[in-house]
C-alpha cells in the first residue's frame, strides 16, 4: 500500500504506546525468535480489505485500508467494525520477492489469524487454516511471479455462534466477556529456505542427568547431509543424517539452571551441512530447569523448581488492549504486562483464555516469569456444570451439549498450542479448561497432554469442576483467597481469588456500567483491602498452598479489577507498597 493516511479510529481509551506505530511497518521485530533465521521479510502495514456477505464471492472492490496486524475491531486497525457470522472478511495486499530468493522455497508465514482463513495467491489457493491462536506456514513458491504478486486472503470468523475455541470473545461484550476479533492479530511475514532445511526443532532438558536433548526435523535429507549442534560456550555435537527426524543429546556438565530470580538461557545455533557447505542455520536457545511435585517435611504435596519447593504467585493476564485488543501496539508495550509484574515482585502470570505471540513468552524466557498457560476454550458448556457460575457469565456462555465439532476443533488447537510453545523454559503448567466452559472428557484431555509433554504439571480444570486429575487441585475463589483440601498426591493451588475492583475516572474503558467481583471506593480502601488477602494468602502458605493467582493484572474494558488501568498508565496500589508486600510473602519461609 501507499497510503500513509492511518490513525486509530477515535472514541477509545488510546494507549501511549500507539504514537509510536509506524503504518509503513507496525511490529517489526522478528516474530519467532527461538527459532531464528537470517532472511526473512514482514508484510505487516497497510492492506485492503472488505467486508462481504458470506454466501456471495468477492467482487474485488475494497471498503478502504486496514492496519495489519490489528484486528479490524480494534481502534488501530483504523477501522474499527464488527465482523458478524453471516460476513466475511476480505484481505489483499501485494509484495515482490527479493532477487536472491528466486530459487528458494518460500514460506508464507501467519502468527495468526481468527478463524478460518484461505489463502489465495496470483489467483491460486495455496492452503487454509482453522484456528484462532496458532500460528501456521504455506509453501507458496509454485504460485509466485518474477515481479508483483497478489496475496488475497478470505476470514470468516464465527466468533460464539461458532463451534470453535474463541476464548473470552463474544458478539455482546459485557462483564466478563469481551470485545470480538477477528481476521489477522499477528505478524505476515515471509521466509526463503533451500529445498533441503530445518524443519522443526523440540528440545528437552534433563537437570537431574545434566542433559539436553534435540529431536531435529529435516525436509529433503540427502545421505551425506550432517547436522551440527553447538551450544554457548564451546559445546559441539556433529551427526551424520540417517533419517528425517534425528535425536542429539548432549552432556551440560555445570549447568546454570533457569529460574524466576536467573533466567539464564543456553544460545545453540543448529546447522545443516552438505560437504561442507551449510545449507541451513537456525537460532535457538532453551534454559535448564525441571518443574514438579515434591513433598515438604511434613509430607504435604508441593510445587517445586529445579528439586526446591517455590511458592507462585501471579497474576491472572486476559493479554487485552484498550486500543489494540489482542494485538498489543508495539513490542514494548507487548513486554510491559511483563515487565511490571515482575518489578511488582510477582514471580508467575496465568496467561488467562489466550495464546500470546511467540515474542511474549520470549520474554517471559528472558526476564525469568513462569507461566500458567490456558487453553482459550469457549466452547458450549454441558448442562450440570454451571452451578458456580454468576448469572451475568450465563447469559453469554451458550448452553447445549458440546458436540463433536466443538471437541474436534478443541483437540486441533490444544495440540497445536503445545507443540508451537513446547521449547519455553517460562511455561511451567497447562490448563486445558477453565470454569467447566466447554469441559468434556477431562481425563482424556489430560492424558493426551502428558503424552505431547510429560516435562509439566497439568491443571485439569482451573477452578469448580475438578475431575480428581492432572498434578494440582485448583479452586476459585472471591474475593479469598481459599485452598482446597490437602492432598497426597496433587499439589493444593487458588487459581483466581481477588477481584477487588477501583475505577479510576479517564483511564477505563467508556461504558456506563463499570463490572468488579468487589468494589472498592478509593485507593486507600484498596491498598487496605489488598494486605488483608495477602495476610491471609501467607497463612494458607503455611497450611500447604503451593500457588495463587490474583485476578488480575489490569483492568479489561467494562471490569475494573486490575492492579493496574486498561491503558496501563496507573498502578492502583503505590508501587513500592506492592513491592514490600509481594516480597514478603514470597521471602516467607514454609
Known amino acids: 500500500m501507499t497510503s500513509n493516511a492511518w490513525n486509530p479510529v477515535k472514541g477509545d481509551l488510546i494507549t501511549n ?19 531464528k533465521r537470517r532472511l526473512w521479510k514482514n508484510l505487516n502495514g497497510l492492506w485492503e480489505y472488505a467486508i462481504r456477505l458470506k454466501s456471495k464471492k468477492w467482487d474485488k472492490k475494497t471498503d478502504g485500508e486496514i492496519l495489519v496486524p490489528f484486528p479490524i475491531e480494534s ?39 481468527d478463524w478460518h482463513s484461505i489463502v489465495w495467491i496470483n489467483g491460486n489457493k495455496v492452503g487454509e487454516h482453522k484456528g484462532g491462536y ?27 455462534k461458532g463451534r470453535q475455541e474463541r476464548g473470552k470473545q463474544v458478539l455482546r461484550p459485557s462483564g466478563v466477556f469481551y470485545t470480538a476479533i477477528s481476521g489477522i492479530w499477528q505478524t505476515v511475514w515471509l521466509e526463503p529456505v533451500n529445498s533441503a532445511h530445518i524443519a522443526d526443532v523440540k528440545i528437552k532438558t534433563n537437570i537431574d542427568t545434566k542433559l539436553v536433548s534435540f529431536t531435529i526435523k529435516v525436509v529433503n535429507p540427502k545421505e551425506q547431509d550432517e547436522i551440527k549442534v553447538e551450544i554457548e560456550p564451546n559445546i559441539k555435537k556433529t551427526l551424520k543424517m540417517t533419517k528425517n527426524t534425528n535425536n542429539i543429546k548432549l552432556k551440560i556438565a555445570d549447568p546454570i539452571l533457569w529460574a524466576p530470580n536467573k533466567p539464564y538461557l543456553y544460545n545453540t545455533t543448529i546447522e545443516l551441512e552438505r560437504n561442507g557447505e551449510i545449507i541451513d542455520k537456525v537460532d535457538t536457545y532453551f534454559g535448564m530447569r525441571k518443574i514438579h511435585l515434591m513433598k515438604d517435611e511434613e509430607g504435604v504435596q508441593r510445587i517445586a523448581l529445579n528439586n526446591q519447593i517455590l511458592f507462585q504467585y501471579g497474576p491472572l493476564d486476559q493479554g487485552y488492549w484498550p486500543d489494540g485488543l489482542y494485538t498489543a501496539p508495539t513490542d514494548d508495550a507487548l513486554k510491559y504486562d511483563i515487565e511490571i509484574a515482575k518489578k511488582l515482585g510477582f514471580n508467575m502470570i496465568r496467561k488467562h483464555i489466550k495464546v500470546e505471540p511467540a515474542r511474549w513468552y520470549h520474554y517471559c524466557d528472558k526476564l525469568g516469569m513462569l507461566v500458567w498457560q490456558d487453553m482459550p476454550n469457549g466452547g458450549r458448556v454441558v448442562p450440570g456444570e454451571v452451578a458456580g457460575l454468576v448469572l451475568r457469565e450465563l447469559l453469554y456462555i451458550p448452553i447445549g451439549r458440546l458436540r463433536k465439532k466443538n471437541q474436534a476443533n478443541y483437540y486441533v488447537e490444544l495440540k497445536n498450542m503445545i507443540e508451537c510453545l513446547y521449547n519455553h523454559p517460562s511455561i511451567v503448567m497447562w490448563v486445558p479448561f477453565n470454569e467447566g466452559w466447554g469441559q468434556f472428557k477431562t481425563e482424556k484431555v489430560v492424558e493426551l497432554i502428558r503424552k505431547l509433554d510429560d516435562t509439566r504439571l497439568i491443571n485439569n480444570a482451573s477452578g469448580w469442576m475438578d475431575r480428581e486429575v492432572g498434578d494440582v487441585h485448583d479452586i476459585h475463589s472471591y474475593p479469598g483467597p481459599k485452598m482446597p483440601d490437602i492432598e497426597e498426591e496433587r499439589a493444593a493451588v487458588n487459581g483466581e481469588f481477588g477481584g477487588l475492583g477501583l475505577e479510576i475516572k479517564g483511564h477505563s474503558w467508556d461504558i456506563r456500567r463499570k463490572w468488579g467481583y468487589r468494589k472498592m471506593s478509593s485507593n486507600e480502601t484498596f491498598t487496605e483491602r489488598y494486605k488483608t488477602l495477602m495476610k491471609k494468602l501467607k497463612s494458607l502458605i503455611k497450611k500447604g498452598l503451593s500457588a495463587a493467582v490474583y485476578t488480575q493484572i489490569t483492568d479489561v474494558e467494562g471490569e475494573i479489577n486490575g492492579l493496574l488501568t486498561y491503558d496501563r498508565e496507573i498502578i492502583k496500589i503505590e508501587k513500592n507498597i506492592l513491592i514490600k508486600i509481594h516480597k514478603e510473602l514470597l521471602d516467607w519461609r514454609i
Do not use: C, M
Open 134 to 160: 496458532t500460528p501456521f506456514k504455506l509453501d507458496i513458491t509454485d504460485s509466485l511471479k518474477d515481479n508483483k504478486n497478489e496475496l488475497v486472503i478470505e476470514v470468516w470468523d464465527p466468533t460464539n
Open 17 to 35: 504506546w500507539a504514537a509510536q506505530i509506524d503504518p509503513r511497518l507496525p511490529l517489526p521485530e522478528y516474530p519467532r525468535p527461538q527459532f
Open 75 to 113: 481502534s488501530l486497525s483504523g477501522v474499527k467494525k464488527s465482523i458478524k457470522p453471516k460476513d466475511k472478511l476480505w484481505y489483499r495486499r501485494y509484495f515482490t520477492i527479493p532477487e536472491e530468493w528466486k530459487l528458494k522455497t518460500i514460506f508464507l508465514h501467519f502468527g495468526a489469524v
